[in-house]
């Protein structure tokens, strides 16, 4: 079974737990770090819940998201697997990938960064290199990264109603 840590030469990468809150309630409440994921800021309400769900689902899968912070500790986001059990078409058939950097971590090569040293994790827990992702279309910056770390598009799908790009990791990036 591949460790829950990870670290790389910037980077800490731990499971969340009550004591990210704050710092997760700040990030998901920026307008600017939710543009692209669901529109609007989130509650504190609904961080505390996206907080719940995320350390269940190192409990119940396996893996899951991690906080990742800085080596002075400085929260930086939250990037892992999940399987969200989306109702969206066409269904994802690998573990999803995400990633959500606080305004004051973008354009500084971080998701880049995270993103493979969990793609490398990814490949050891479940054997193979594959991921899906979803990307808002929007989201010229999310689409770069997925590209970068080896991610395919595909055909669009649906979710909630609304077109959703698409992303397949089918082999390690070249």
Known sequence: MASRELETERLIFRIPTRADFDDSAAMWGDPEVTRHIGGKPSTREDSWARLLRNIGHWHVQEFGYWVVRDRSGRYLGEVGFADWKRE???????????????????GKGFATEAVTAFLAWGEERFGHGKA???IDPGNTASMRVAEKCGFVRQPDGVFRGSPIMMF???????
């Open 88 to 106: 969206m078409e066409p269904r994802l058939e690998y573990p999803e990938a995400g990633w959500v950097l606080a305004t004051h971590a973008h």
């Open 132 to 134: 899906s992702a979803i």
């Open 168 to 174: 397949l990791r089918s082999t390690a990036p070249r």
